[in-house]
């Protein structure tokens, strides 16, 4: 099914705030939301539960492929280990040529009038024809203190310095792996939250749609 409404991308590093701006424009429009980053943790958590390495391709491809949308509100898609996981079987090319169709149906099988999608490579890759397209970035040091309090605040037991070395490499193999990187489209419009609070990040990216 090809995509016939208009999508809104947005792109940027964990814990940029991306995900609470395209939640709330989503709201705001009336749109489908889509975390596309929980594709991948779906499928990390899914290689967890069985005790089988992030970096296993065929595993991972299976999961990828036999992943069930009815299962994207687990908390435990949250946590820290299938974070960091995620960007694991997302480096695995065959694993984001598997998810690639569910994120290009997903706009027209939602039923709403549009779709707004997050994630890294939306704007470039999935729908390089979204009507707007958004980069949200901050400082490390600011992201991994977001994390860091988003984590305790789940109960978990870790220190700061482990979630910023975490997002550091994170970042790394987001950034620089060779199938469908994190990038900006070049056409996107950036953000950067590093001193921005949640409202301030909305009521930009409010300023910037379509009248």
Do not use: C, W
């Not at 480096?91 to 039923?111: C, N, T």
């Not at 704007?123 to 860091?148: C, M, N, S, W």
């Not at 419009?189 to 749609?209: F, W």
């Amino acid at each position: 099914m090809e995509n016939s409404v208009p999508v809104i991308a947005i792109d940027g590093t964990a814990a940029s705030g991306k995900g609470t701006m395209a939640r709330r424009l989503a709201n705001h429009l009336g749109y489908a939301y889509l975390d596309t980053g929980l594709l991948y943790r779906r499928v990390a958590l899914t290689l967890l539960a069985q005790n089988i390495p992030a970096d296993n391709v065929e595993a991972a491809v299976h999961a990828a492929r036999t992943l069930d949308a009815n299962k994207l509100d687990d908390p435990a898609l949250r946590g820290a280990a299938a974070g960091r996981d995620a960007s694991i079987v997302a480096a695995i090319p065959e694993v984001r040529m598997a998810l690639h169709d569910f994120q290009r149906e997903f706009p027209g099988k939602s039923g709403k009038p549009g779709a707004i999608l997050d994630g890294r490579d939306i704007g470039t890759v999935i729908f390089p024809e979204a009507i707007l397209k958004f980069y949200v970035d901050a400082d490390i040091e600011v992201r991994a203190q977001r994390r860091h309090k988003e984590l305790v605040g789940q109960g978990l037991d870790i220190t700061y310095e482990k979630v910023l070395e975490d997002m550091k490499i994170r970042d790394a193999r987001d950034g620089n792996r060779d199938f469908r990187p994190m990038k900006a489209a070049d056409n996107a419009i950036r953000i950067d939250t590093t001193s921005m609070g949640p409202d301030e990040v909305y009521q930009e990216a409010l300023s910037h749609l379509p009248v």
